[in-house]
């Protein structure tokens, strides 16, 4: 394309990484690239002087399968760097958020896949509230050319409660509340055990209680074809994640203490039945340690 990646912008990004280390305050750098071939992307991060972590969107790109996840994941993995670091994101303010895209399911399990995957993960605001899509208004100049890819239903006001102006103005907000947003708020969500704030503060807790979910090695492990399953290790400390992408329950081989779960699930002496579009995390360390 003509407009984006330019070889001279490298030069650029090296010069940012430069200045923002002569200030010695551990300053990270972000790009923003819209780049979605791994080989080309991963350029952006040059020999470790050009960008911290040049936005990884294989997530946002890849069928939301068992099959489609672990290539995504494991493409990532195979060409970032050793002293790279990865980030993962699954939405942001060009796409249709995920709550729309993958439904109420299919979006826990991508809040646990986020939290769990190696490498920092990114979340767009609204998001952590199960936040719909709003309506195309016209706002958007890339969706005067072409409707469908109006990005004015992601980009409609946060909703923290539900009163007329949902706690973000006073006024007539530029783009119109969104859908469903006098119940996907904060302050409707915040107290409520099942909701998606909840969920959010849960599985980023357990991310910051155990090193292997935070800086741990990560391996997918073969399991049925509607299952995604991995296993992230620090020391002698093992976190193994299960996602079943299909409507139907389904049977895994998983001897772990149950740590977290999203959907139905039942677990059973050395096994675990995933029910339908469920996320579920064990703890495998005693395994770990006798091996």
Request: net charge negative; proline share 6%; glycine share 10%.
């Amino acid at each position: 394309m003509w407009d984006v990646g330019h070889e001279d912008a490298h030069e650029v990004h090296r010069r940012i990484r430069k200045l923002a280390e002569e200030y010695e305050r551990g300053i990270v750098t972000i790009g923003e690239i819209h780049e979605f071939d791994p080989k080309k992307w991963i350029s952006y991060y040059g020999s470790d002087d050009e960008l911290n972590m040049p936005f990884n969107y294989q997530l946002m790109v890849a069928d939301w399968t068992a099959k489609g996840v672990r290539e995504a994941i494991e493409t990532v993995e195979s060409v970032v760097p050793e002293w790279g670091w990865i980030n993962w994101t699954m939405g942001n303010h060009d796409e249709i958020r995920v709550a729309s895209r993958l439904g109420d399911l299919g979006a826990r399990q991508a809040a646990v896949l986020l939290a769990t995957l190696r490498g920092t993960p990114f979340m767009y605001y609204g998001d952590e509230l199960g936040m719909l899509n709003g309506m195309n208004q016209g706002r958007d100049p890339w969706g005067d050319n072409v409707s469908f890819l109006s990005r004015d239903g992601c980009r409609t006001p946060m909703q923290w409660d539900s009163s007329e102006g949902v706690g973000f103005t006073d006024g007539e907000p530029w783009i119109p509340i969104g859908p469903d947003h006098d119940r996907r708020n904060v302050e409707n969500e915040k107290d409520d055990p099942e909701s998606f704030l909840s969920l959010y503060r849960r599985r980023l807790a357990l991310r910051r209680s155990r090193p292997s979910l935070r800086s741990g090695s990560i391996r997918c492990i073969d399991a049925p074809p509607d299952v995604l399953l991995y296993e992230r290790r620090e020391g002698l400390e093992a976190t193994t994640v299960g996602l079943n992408f299909s409507a139907d329950p389904v049977q895994v081989h998983q001897p772990g203490d149950l740590l977290f779960a999203t959907g139905e699930h039942e677990e059973h002496p050395g096994s675990a039945m995933l029910g339908p579009h469920s996320a579920v995390v064990w703890d495998t360390s005693d395994i770990l340690e006798r091996t």
